[in-house]
């Protein structure tokens, strides 16, 4: 009965409305008949038809409340139904379609279509609520799985399912196969507007022109199949925004947004909106689009985000554009624009980092698209700030792209950056023509667009002039200027750069009119005021100085560190003026370190404030914290000449004067290329303070030549000419010559103090200081007569005795040469004499050693006899029989080798020990002739018994391989033979000369004697020390007898 119920309730549906159906579905469970079999699962299913029902009425409706209402309903409905027959899959399939349209509920939906496949993996509801699923986790492959899945259980199954699977393969990338699937599910359903909507965006961004007029086509075929579905509204809207009909853009994405309640397609209709704005300039409602689209957007879809960042730009909130174009560069870190843009806008920061981060964002850039024109540029504009050399390369490269890409001339633009850095490189001449080159095309060019190139003629004559001022072509550059002014009188750096050129040539009541002239034009010019304020300074008018940088103060709330620095260093200057009111002096310290700090807190990198704290503690005595800060400012730049004088102060305070002169010296070479006038003062100062006052005056001497109108330096020298002749003077060991400079030295300084104290105007010294200093001069002279009077004594008898001295000295020098000639003399006629000695013993040497022929002795032949000599046997005797020989058994054959092998071991234990004996005895041999090298020679033919015995001490304690040497009885076997005279006596007493001898002169006659003698005494040692008891020749035979050294007859 329940399933006639619900028959009855689809007639109704269709014949009466929806009304009927509710009411069936709903009096069914009260009313209907259950007393038959399943009548529980027509229970459940009437339950589940009207949770579909509602879920259905949920999904069309668009007030969120009514919305709600029904999803509520449907929720109580399958909560009724779970109680009844919870895991059924029909019952589980539907809940979980309902749960996957909440949204907030994929995981729930996900368990029970899991539930489902696991007992049916062909259900294809439940596979394809799983597609969706894994669709929207961007897990598309998985999906085209489930979706073939569904496809394979059943053949004619909806067109929903072409559709899904034509959007896996779109994602998928496999766009031929999509075009496929969405062309299928329009021949099964030509109403799904999914499918039009497909194959639109797949004709669309082919770029084909007929494609495109189809897929407009296909747009349109969805939208007039369904007018409120909002995926083809924004379609059709994008298709209109490049039209540039942004009307109907407008339109069609109000009710694309009106018409959904999804985010994406939400945050896609606002993008059109916005964007439509955008174009027509109405920038505050663009803005209100772009924020609403970032709020609806995925992280992922970032274009709501980089036109936001744009409309930031438009506002000039640098900080919040940066936020919008770093969310963009998240997702997409190779994306040109958004680098491109976000260095501009880092470039723009005073942090340090986001400026870094600039460079490396263009750099960046440059690499990808080396082509890029503006990241060249950009890149030119950040890096002028910190590496003039890169910008110059950037600004070249672009030129350079320019001329050979573009095949156009360079825009002034580049040419007058790329003259602004080489004039920060100081190559002028090259500058000079990048601006001529400039001025050439504005000129030119100047017909098409005399506005624009206009003003950049103003801006490239003005650094023209800059350039003419920085050449010292002063009068070049105010030509410029004024040019300048004539057309645009109200070009204010032009009145100040004026002023600056009367203010260097000292003219400084015109400097100080041009300067006023430009705060007619801005009477609150901070850099007019300052030039100002710094003339007053210059002429140490402090007080008038200080009200100047006060007022720059005044008008910018406490912001300008320059101006708070000024009055600091102006505080600091007071403290140098002489004063002995300690509490005017505290006072002044505490006020310039107040100043001094509060730039810090507004400036922590501020170098200069770092300084003047470093100042005011050496003013307080605190030398070694001075020197810290001097020191951490000195590691920060190596560029401000400033920490390198005060450096050089410190040292002065601590009395390192050496440290002090070798600072002032580097800072005037690295800085001033040795030309300051102020620092050779300092380093003069240096000197004096030192003690080396000759120095002291060739530094000021060099400073005067500089300046010769500075009065103080003319005091200076003064003072140290005093100084140089007081000391001459009091030394009382000075020559005549030293004192009467140091009289005149006197003289030219009384002049000077005399003049210096009769100044009119006010000095940078106290006058009444230089009248002292001349009255103590003019004393001076007046003892100078007693000076040189002593002087000249002292010269005179200085003269005296140096004449004493060289008389002395020339006799002493003629008894010496005397000398020397006699002993000259005798060495020569001692030399002659040891010629005709060394000729006589050459003489005698000729026959010391005779060479015999050498006949080396043959050893007698030890051990078994050859088969050849044994006697032969008879056969009837028992000795010849010849298994007696071979009865030796293997043991004996054993011991006889052992003994042989002994024997072997024995002699060349023997030999090496001969070996180092021998050594020894070249050693010693050696040793005895470094000895006798004084005069003394001893042959070497003959070896006496003391000397052999000697030897033989430390020939391995063998006495047995001794050999006894008779030195009157002369080997005969290749022995040397000697005279028989010799025999005698010691060859060491023969050969020894005489004490009294000299040594021979290693002559060429005298090198041969000896090295014939040497290898003579060689050979015999070599002969006598290889002599043993074995190899030891036989005694000599009597004539004719024959020898062991000749053959016998028997071949022996």
């Known amino acids: ?97 309902f749960c996957l349209l909440e949204g907030d509920k994929t995981d729930q939906a996900d368990a029970q279509f899991n539930f489902v496949l696991a007992k049916s993996d062909k259900h294809i509801a439940a596979n394809m609520g799983k597609a969706c699923i894994l669709f929207n986790k961007k897990d598309f492959k998985l999906a085209l799985g489930h979706f073939k899945k569904a496809l394979k259980g059943n053949d004619n199954c909806p067109a929903s399912v072409r559709l899904g699977m034509g959007l896996c393969f779109y994602r998928l990338g496999n766009l031929d196969k999509a075009q496929m699937a969405f062309q299928r599910a329009l021949q099964l359903d030509p109403r799904s507007t999914g499918s039009l909507i497909g ?40 298709h209109f925004f490049f039209k540039k009909d942004y009307q109907k853009v407008q339109h069609l994405a109000q009710h694309a947004l009106q018409g959904t309640e999804v985010e994406y397609i939400q945050a896609e209709s606002c993008y059109q909106l916005a964007r439509s704005y955008h174009n027509q ?27 936001l960042g744009q409309m930031y730009i438009a506002r000039g909130d640098n900080p919040n554009a940066a936020m919008c174009f770093e969310k963009v560069l998240k997702i997409q870190p190779n994306n040109n624009e958004t680098m491109k843009i976000l260095g501009s806008l880092y470039s723009q920061s005073d942090d340090s980092d986001k400026r870094e981060q600039a460079k490396v964002l263009l750099q960046k850039v440059t690499t990808q698209c080396p082509e890029d024109i503006e990241a060249w540029i950009e890149l030119g504009g950040i890096l002028q700030s910190c590496d003039i050399h890169e910008a110059l390369n950037a600004y070249n490269t672009a030129a350079q792209i320019i001329r050979d890409n573009i095949n156009e001339d360079v825009p002034p633009e580049i040419l007058n950056n790329i003259a602004s850095c080489l004039f920060q490189l100081g190559k002028y001449e090259e500058c000079l023509t990048h601006y001529e080159t400039a001025l050439d095309y504005c000129k030119r060019e100047l017909q098409n667009d005399e506005s624009y190139l206009s003003a950049i003629t103003v801006t490239i004559t003005y650094n023209l002039a800059r350039l003419y001022e920085a050449l010292h072509e002063f009068s070049k550059a105010e030509d410029l200027y004024k040019a300048v002014l004539k057309e645009h009188p109200n070009y204010l750096d032009c009145y100040l750069r004026l002023g600056c050129i009367a203010r260097d040539r000292e003219q400084i009541f015109e400097a100080s009119n041009w300067f006023k002239d430009a705060l007619q034009i801005n009477q609150d010019n901070a850099d007019a005021w300052t030039l100002i304020g710094n003339l007053h300074i210059s002429k140490q008018e402090w007080g008038p100085g200080q009200k100047k940088f006060e007022r720059i103060i005044k008008t910018t709330n406490d912001k300008d560190s320059y101006s708070i620095l000024a009055i600091g260093n102006v505080w600091l200057q007071m403290l140098y003026q002489p004063t002995r009111d300690r509490d005017k002096e505290q006072k002044y310290q505490e006020r310039a370190l107040a100043f001094f700090k509060q730039v810090m807190r507004q400036d922590p990198r501020n170098m200069y404030a770092a300084n003047g704290i470093g100042c005011v503690l050496a003013v307080k005595g605190h030398i070694r914290e001075a020197r810290d800060v001097f020191a951490q400012v000195r590691e920060a730049t190596a560029e401000m000449p400033d920490v390198w004088l005060n450096l050089a102060h410190i040292y002065i305070e601590q009395k390192q004067f050496v440290s002090a002169i070798q600072m002032y010296e580097n800072c005037l070479k690295k800085f001033y290329k040795h030309h300051n006038v102020e620092i050779l003062l300092y380093l003069a100062r240096a000197h004096f303070v030192y003690g080396k006052l000759e120095e002291t005056r060739r530094i000021l001497l060099r400073a005067r030549h500089m300046a010769p109108h500075d009065n103080l330096i003319l005091f200076n020298l003064s003072y140290v000419l005093r100084h140089l002749a007081t000391s001459t003077l009091r030394d009382e060991k000075s020559g005549l010559e030293d004192v009467v400079s140091a009289v005149r030295n006197l003289e030219l300084a009384q002049r000077f103090f005399t003049m210096l104290s009769k100044a009119t105007e006010k000095q940078k010294y106290d006058l009444n200081h230089a009248g ?29 005795i140096r004449m004493q001295q060289e008389k002395a000295k020339q006799e002493l020098e003629s008894k010496r040469k005397e000398e020397e000639d006699k002993r000259l003399k005798e060495e020569e006629e001692k030399h002659q004499a040891m010629l005709a000695q060394r000729e006589v013993y050459r003489e005698k040497a000729k026959n010391i050693l005779i060479f015999t022929e050498e006949v080396e002795p043959v050893r007698v032949p030890k051990g078994r006899k050859k088969k050849d000599d044994e006697p032969i046997y008879s056969s009837g005797d028992p000795s010849s029989d010849p298994d007696k020989d071979d009865a030796l058994n293997e043991e004996e054959k054993a011991q006889k080798k052992k003994e042989k092998s002994e024997r072997k071991e024995k002699k060349r234990q023997a030999r090496e020990n001969k070996k180092k004996a021998r050594k020894e005895r070249e050693r010693k041999r050696l040793q005895q002739e470094k000895e006798e090298k004084s005069g003394k020679y001893t042959s070497k033919a003959f070896i006496s018994d003391s000397e052999e015995d000697e030897n033989n001490e430390d020939d391995d304690k063998e006495p047995e391989r001794k050999m006894e040497t008779t030195p009157a009885k002369p080997i005969k076997s290749g022995v040397l033979d000697s005279d028989s005279s010799d025999l005698d006596d010691s060859p060491r007493k023969k050969a020894a000369p005489s004490k009294k001898r000299k040594k021979f002169s290693d002559s060429e006659d005298d090198s041969d004697v000896r090295a014939e003698i040497e290898a003579d005494t060689s050979l015999n040692d070599r002969q006598i020390s290889d002599i043993s008891e074995d190899d030891a020749p036989p005694p000599p035979a009597a004539p004719g007898q024959m020898t062991t050294n000749q053959v016998n007859s028997h071949g022996t």
């Open 1 to 97: 009965q329940t399933t006639k119920k619900q028959q009855k309730a689809v007639v109704s549906t269709q014949s009466t409305g929806m009304h009927d159906f509710v009411l069936l579905l709903e009096n069914c469970q009260k009313d209907a008949a259950t007393d038959y079999h399943d009548q529980e699962k027509d229970k459940m299913l009437a339950l589940d038809t009207l949770a579909a029902y509602y879920v259905r009425l949920g999904r069309k409706e668009k007030n969120r409340e009514n919305r709600k209402k029904h999803f509520a309903k449907a929720t109580s409905l399958y909560t009724q139904a779970d109680k009844i027959i919870m895991y059924d899959q029909n019952h589980l399939v539907g809940r979980a379609h």
């Open 199 to 238: 194959q639109a965006i797949l004709h669309l961004n082919s770029g084909d022109k007929e494609k495109l007029h189809k897929g407009v086509k296909l747009l349109s075929t969805a939208y007039g199949i369904d007018s409120a579905n909002s995926m083809t509204l924004n379609h059709l809207a994008n």
């Open 281 to 307: 300039q109405k920038y505050d409602q663009a803005f209100q689009y772009y924020y609403q689209s970032t709020q609806f957007a995925s992280p992922s879809y970032v274009l709501p985000h980089f036109g």
């Open 772 to 800: 002292a200093e001349a009255r103590q001069c003019t004393d001076l002279l007046s003892q100078a007569q007693y000076h040189v009077a002593r002087a000249r004594k002292l010269d005179d008898e200085q003269r005296a």
